[in-house]
């Protein structure tokens, strides 16, 4: 542990405190100012720390180039149905990992974590003509499944990591009073476990939202594509690029994800840190 009585420790943990609070927010904090700033001043040689003549340009090409509100439309059907998906297949996995004793059980959890050992990029050559082959390319539902298949096993080990702290005792209980195992497992260890599905709810979403490599491949009809293929086709290109208009649907495009925490942060925290169940 450390020593902070001292007044030097103080004033050192502080500043190394401020640097990494700068290093951490002041991209942030860049992005914002730029989608204020008109683009003579965006583009001039020294920088300026924040926006001399503040302007809504920006934003309004956001809203104005491109189809980004109905790139915001497939990111949430898409984002939001491998969550949920992903959040349905992990949370039985997990389960079944944690309180059932059956043959193979951890050779099929090595395997399906052993998934994590390859980069995604690698992974997706594989994907790629298994869902030529089922129909799916260029599909909303094939580009949702090859999201759940990276997702899944990350998933399936912070329920198993959860639900390991359950209590035997009180399933045991269930089980002498005659309730079957969907019953167990829907009344009670559900209930206890909304942080851990919160969690992981967030988890797979935001993988899912912040993907580039898998929507650019996968998709290629200009009306499924998602936010983040889109805002780099529309803004980023050999010809020109239009800073201003990036980080002004940056901010919007980021809106989902800061709503989403804002309002679950609580449930997701108590998954990250949890350590017993009371």
Known sequence: MFDLSSRAAKLAFGGVAIAIAVFLFF???WLVISAFKPNAELYRIVPTLYPHDPVL????T???RGNLMQQLRNSLTVSGSAAALNTLLAIYAGYSFAKFRYGG???VMIFLLSAQVFPFGLLLISLYPIVTDLGLIDTRIGLMLSYIVFAL???TYMFYSYFTQVPSEMI???RADGAGELRIFHTIVLPVSIPAVVTVFLYGFMWSWNDLLYAMTLIVSEDKRTIGPGMLLAYLNEVNSDWGGAMAASIVASAPIVIA???LQRWFIQGVTAGSVK
């Open 172 to 174: 045991e209980a269930a």
């Open 153 to 155: 096993p990350v998933s």
């Open 62 to 64: 956001a809203f104005g």
């Open 105 to 107: 059980r951890r050779l």
């Open 261 to 263: 925490f804002a309002f």
């Open 57 to 60: 340009t920006h934003f309004a």
């Open 27 to 29: 991209p942030i904090y």
